[in-house]
């Protein structure tokens, strides 16, 4: 059965998370597919700048928002460029899309992948005081998850390698990790006082709220199938062990970390 496309009305009252827009997946350039990651070097360099240029936004926007509840309209338009471009980025390093991703900060016309963040949202000052705080369990769920999904990324890459597509399951799991990812960028960047959730996927139409949908969209609402929920379940186990391994490599405490790193194990 095909999952659900088209459009998703607003519905009032209800907590605006931040969307991700992506296609069906379609068919790729193998050659393409094969360089991947080198193809995204430039796109890399340039988004190490934008990175340093987003921490100093970020932080006089947290300051201005202890004080007016909200981000001044220039740190929320450059946050939200920011966020976009680094998913996109990720989008198409992740396969997502075999569209290469343009050297703009704003929202590129026709391209297919796009972040949708409610603008000019109230913030919760007490909520702001403690965001890095209060980010922990999220950041520590979209780590493992992250973790685990370059884990078996190795794998997912010489399936589309050979098939020139991305299967749906692996699509759905992977569009999952990436939408955990993007709202936890959001909620660390002060573009939206909603906690990242809904890892597993939406449960109705409606649990895609910013706006509507103008086109396809396979990812608004994200319906995940059994196979991409177990996909996401290998992939946190991945993580975990993963994890796990790094633990006992260098303990519990750091120390043996930090070591190695002093000593250039």
Known sequence: MEPHYGTVPLIPGTEPLP?????????????AVLVRLLLLVPHLVVLAVLSVLAFFAVVAGWCAALLIGRLPDPVE????????????????????TGRYPPFELGDPLGYPVRVRVRQSV??????????????????????????????FSVFGWLVVLVLGWMPRPLF???????RYRMRL?????????????RLFGDQSA??????TVSGPSATRPLFLGT?????????????????????????????A?????LLGE
């Open 19 to 31: 969307e991700l827009d992506i296609p069906r997946p379609d068919r790729q350039n193998r050659l």
């Open 77 to 96: 338009r450059y946050l939200a460029g920011f966020l976009g471009y680094d998913t996109r980025l990720n989008a198409y390093a992740m396969l997502l």
């Open 122 to 151: 109230r913030l919760n000052r007490l909520a702001v005081l403690f965001r890095l705080v209060l980010v922990i369990p999220a950041a520590v769920v979209g780590s493992v998850v992250a973790a685990g999904w370059w884990a």
């Open 172 to 178: 759905e799991a992977t569009a999952a990790v990436l």
């Open 185 to 197: 960028g959001a909620y660390v960047l002060l573009l939206t006082p909603a906690y990242p959730k």
């Open 206 to 211: 409606p649990d895609a709220v910013v706006g």
């Open 227 to 255: 196979g991409a929920k177990a996909l996401l379940g290998a992939f946190l186990v991945l993580g975990l062990l993963g994890g796990a391994a790094n633990a006992s490599r260098y303990g519990a405490d750091g120390s």
């Open 257 to 261: 970390a930090v070591r190695a790193s």
